[in-house]
């Protein structure tokens, strides 16, 4: 049994990464050729599982880190084309600058911010889940 507030607080963190996806898929979905096995964008039920990108986050515990324990945010380009590694790298920015941009919106109650954290981007801060009433 998961605990109800994570549940929450990843559906709120499911429904930005959404919205990040279709600003995604409308800034740069034309640009590489989508995998063969992919659906286009907007024909499944999730977005996770069609379109050029699938963006979402993984917690880590954080061992080894800078910043500790917080979610790393993960984007997924679903193309056989070469991105290069600036472009890569430009999308993982723009998404983090979108992250940072929407977190006060869907969690306002909460103090979280985006950071560089090596060579990903982590959501961290106020990851507390209170007490199961």
Request: net charge neutral; glycine share 8%; hydrophobic share 35%.
């Amino acid at each position: 049994m998961r605990h109800p507030s994570l549940l929450e607080f990843e559906k709120k963190l499911r429904a930005l990464f959404d919205t990040i996806d279709d600003r995604l898929e409308r800034e740069y979905g034309t640009q590489y050729q989508l995998h063969p096995a992919r659906a286009a964008a907007g024909t499944t039920s999730s977005r996770t599982s069609d379109g050029l990108f699938n963006v979402g986050a993984s917690f880590t515990p954080g061992y080894g880190s800078r910043i500790g324990r917080g979610y790393v945010v993960q984007v997924e380009l679903s193309t056989l084309d070469r991105v290069p590694s600036d472009v890569r790298e430009q999308i993982e920015a723009r998404v983090a600058d979108m992250v940072a941009e929407k977190l006060p919106y869907y969690f306002p109650d909460r103090t979280l911010r985006v950071s560089r954290d090596r060579n990903v981007y982590k959501i961290h801060g106020d990851l507390g889940l209170g007490s199961v009433h």
